[in-house]
T-cell receptor, first 115, second 108 residues
Framework: GAGVSQSPSNKVTEKGKDVELRCDPISGHTALYWYRQRLGQGLEFLIYFQGNSAPDKSGLPSDRFSAERTGESVSTLTIQRTQQEDSAVYLC?????????????FGPGTRLTVL | SQQGEEDPQALSIQEGENATMNCSYKTSINNLQWYRQNSGRGLVHLILIRSNEREKHSGRLRVTLDTSKKSSSLLITASRAADTASYFCATADYKLSFGAGTTVTVRA
């Protein structure tokens, strides 16, 4: 595709509900990353996928957060039993491979608001 | 955890002036990257400087890297209103670690 796409662009949910966020990376990119950005803050790494390797989940803040990726395509980030502190913009990025010498291409993000 | 820390947190300049922001980091890196973010949404990659490079240019952007001081600077010359954004440095080992960013406002 032309770029990284994410859906929905905005999501408002009630505390305690589950939400699922979707990311479509650039076609052919083997590495995919999820970040969280709270208001006025920098990006917080959550998880990354590289090909068929086991994902690096070291940034997930709690066991309410999980993510999956189908092959080298779509990824979904699921937050169970949402809390108000989960409110943030969730950004997805992809790069050609895991090498840190490759720039990451970011999607527009999903703004999650937990009431 | 955040690796890079930008300074200043906010910067306001007149159109046509230069804007300089700094980034300090803690551990050794493979490279350091600068990104721009408009309106709190997606980030755009600006420039990457490798650990064995000291200075790099891209259009009106100049980036320096001092690995002995674990610091980098981003200079935007002849700023324009369209440069108004938040700027983040990101250090790279096998993933990117971002700082909190510098918010730059360019006044017309």
């Amino acid at each position: 595709g032309a770029g990284v796409s994410q859906s929905p662009s905005n999501k408002v949910t009630e505390k305690g509900k589950d939400v699922e966020l979707r990311c479509d990376p650039i076609s052919g990119h083997t590495a995919l990353y999820w970040y969280r950005q709270r208001l006025g803050q920098g990006l917080e790494f959550l998880i990354y996928f590289q090909g068929n390797s086991a994902p690096d989940k070291s940034g997930l803040p709690s066991d309410r957060f999980s993510a999956e990726r189908t092959g080298e395509s779509v990824s979904t980030l699921t937050i169970q039993r949402t809390q108000q502190e989960d409110s943030a913009v969730y950004l997805c990025a992809s790069s050609a491979d895991w090498s840190s010498y490759n720039e990451q291409f970011f999607g527009p993000g999903t703004r999650l608001t937990v009431l | 955890s955040q690796q890079g820390e930008e300074d200043p947190q906010a910067l306001s300049i007149q159109e046509g002036e230069n804007a300089t922001m700094n980034c300090s980091y803690k551990t050794s890196i493979n490279n350091l990257q600068w990104y721009r973010q408009n309106s709190g949404r997606g980030l755009v990659h600006l420039i990457l400087i490798r650990s064995n490079e000291r200075e790099k240019h891209s259009g009106r952007l100049r980036v320096t890297l001092d690995t002995s001081k674990k610091s980098s600077s981003l200079l935007i010359t002849a700023s324009r209103a369209a440069d108004t954004a938040s700027y983040f440095c990101a250090t790279a080992d096998y993933k990117l670690s971002f700082g909190a960013g510098t918010t730059v406002t360019v006044r017309a």
